[in-house]
């Protein structure tokens, strides 16, 4: 049987410079979709996937993220006072449980892989999940949860995957599939990043969501820095799967890449169309501004 997927890794250290200036003073992971921070959204995935542990792995300036995820004893006590009871509630809701909780910095800007790594003490010897936060994905069924109903059956290494155009293939990192293993779920054979088009193994691409076994952070430590000068997930993955079987799932839902300000304004529609309190609203004054345009 394999073991439960009990902690996740929320690598939350970018400088987020393509909102620039709005991220100079606001962490680009606590800006807002509807009325929630968009790390909320990802955090809640992971909840629903039945992940017990939350470690963030953080840079300079990132405070505020602890400060979001802790008690805020004034605040509540002002709102406690008014009979704001409904704002409460949506405090309590979303505060996690003491001690489930942790914070790790990540001191220098080198990459994906080397953030994960920075988690390593805090997950131990047991596999964990990663998800990207720039990354909602939206879906009658969480995709962390679907990545993990099928890692309770094949065990390894499970990564999200998603499909491109094929003509688009240099623009990703691409996987090469073996034996179809069920509904959507597949092996993995090969990785390979942003190939051209007439070079993919497929046209499924490696989209923000990894359940990796815990051999991956003795990889990373003495990973040679790769493309940008960073150390990259992707080339310790190559390397750990010449011993450790990987599967892909399939991702049907809709990704918002908040990383992009197009991905933001996208995300920001889409779940507000999905609240009933402004959905009415939100129709109307969307239907008024392009009449305008």
């Known amino acids: 049987m394999s073991q439960k997927i009990r902690k996740a890794v929320f690598?939350?250290?970018?400088?987020?410079?393509?909102?620039?200036?709005?991220?100079?003073?606001?962490?680009?992971?606590?800006?807002?979709?509807?009325?929630?921070?968009?790390?909320?959204?990802?955090?809640?995935?992971?909840?629903?996937?039945?992940?017990?542990?939350?470690?963030?792995?953080?840079?300079?300036?990132?405070?505020?993220?602890?400060?979001?995820?802790?008690?805020?004893?004034?605040?509540?006590?002002?709102?406690?006072?008014?009979?704001?009871?409904?704002?409460?509630?949506?405090?309590?809701?979303?505060?996690?449980?003491?001690?489930?909780?942790?914070?790790?910095?990540?001191?220098?800007?080198?990459?994906?892989?080397?953030?994960?790594?920075?988690?390593?003490?805090?997950?131990?010897?047991?596999p964990f999940a990663v998800l990207l936060p720039d990354m909602l994905m939206k879906h009658d069924t969480p995709c962390l949860k679907s990545m993990v109903d099928a890692y309770a059956k094949t065990g390894g290494n499970v990564l999200s995957l998603e499909a491109c155009e094929p003509a688009q293939t240099s623009s990703y990192g691409i996987v090469g599939l073996g034996a179809t293993v069920s509904d959507d779920v597949h092996e993995i054979t090969g990785m390979v990043e942003k190939p051209k088009p007439a070079d993919a193994p497929s046209n499924l691409f490696i989209s923000g969501r990894y359940i990796l076994q815990p051999e991956?952070?003795?990889?990373?430590?003495?990973?040679?820095?790769?493309?940008?000068?960073?150390?990259?997930?992707?080339?310790?993955?190559?390397?750990?799967?010449?011993?450790?079987?990987?599967?892909?799932?399939?991702f049907r839902g809709t990704t918002?890449?908040?990383?992009?300000k197009i991905g933001f304004l996208q995300a920001n529609l889409a779940y507000a169309l999905d609240r009933t309190d402004i959905h009415p609203d939100i129709r109307s004054e969307l239907a008024a501004v392009l009449d305008k345009a």
Request: hydrophobic share 40%; charged share 25%; aromatic share 8%.
């Open 216 to 250: 991956i952070f003795d990889l990373l430590g003495n990973q040679e820095k790769g493309a940008g000068g960073e150390i990259q997930l992707t080339d310790a993955m190559l390397r750990l799967l010449k011993h450790s079987p990987f599967y892909g799932v399939r």
């Open 11 to 126: 690598p939350v250290a970018g400088l987020g410079t393509r909102f620039l200036p709005a991220t100079k003073a606001v962490p680009k992971e606590m800006m807002t979709i509807v009325d929630r921070p968009a790390l909320q959204y990802v955090v809640d995935e992971a909840k629903a996937a039945g992940i017990e542990h939350f470690v963030f792995v953080t840079g300079r300036g990132k405070a505020v993220i602890e400060d979001h995820f802790d008690i805020a004893y004034e605040l509540e006590d002002t709102l406690r006072g008014r009979n704001k009871n409904e704002a409460l509630d949506i405090l309590k809701r979303d505060l996690p449980t003491a001690g489930s909780v942790s914070f790790t910095r990540q001191q220098a800007p080198l990459g994906l892989g080397h953030a994960v790594w920075c988690a390593r003490e805090i997950v131990g010897d047991e």
């Open 256 to 260: 918002y890449d908040t990383g992009s």
